[in-house]
């Protein structure tokens, strides 16, 4: 069982910053790959990010590729979002989850625990 929480989100203009963070607890924290996703209203929860175990491999969706940036402390049981050159089509819940796979899945099923979600809400 792994509990996740995540952090950080928040009301922003157009063109700021956020950092995202998410505390894992439960089970031993570099024995799984991360993701953010996220979900609009009346939209479905996609990918944003995705990073394995020590953090060598990396996948970014098309549409947040050059602002975000996705990291893990594996010593602090964290993971983190940096969120820049906001848009207002960002405005979305944010979840972190773990990974079910070897290696970083793309898709909500190749995930297994969850979060409970941190708002972002972009103003233009």
């Known amino acids: 069982q792994v509990q996740l929480v995540e952090s950080g989100g928040g009301l922003v203009q157009a063109g700021g910053s956020l950092r995202l963070s998410c505390t894992a607890s439960?089970?031993?924290?570099?024995?799984?790959?991360m993701g953010w996703f996220r979900q609009a209203p009346g939209k479905e929860r996609e990918i944003v990010a995705g990073i394995s175990w020590i953090g060598g491999s990396i996948y970014y969706a098309d549409s947040v590729k050059d602002r975000f940036t996705i990291s893990r402390d594996n010593a602090k049981n964290t993971a983190h979002l940096q969120i820049n050159s906001l848009k207002p089509e960002d405005t979305a819940i944010y979840y972190c989850a773990t990974g079910k796979l070897g290696f970083v899945g793309v898709r909500v099923p190749e995930f297994d625990y969850w979060g409970q979600g941190t708002q972002v809400t972009v103003s233009s």
């Open positions: 439960g089970r031993t924290f570099n024995t799984y790959t």
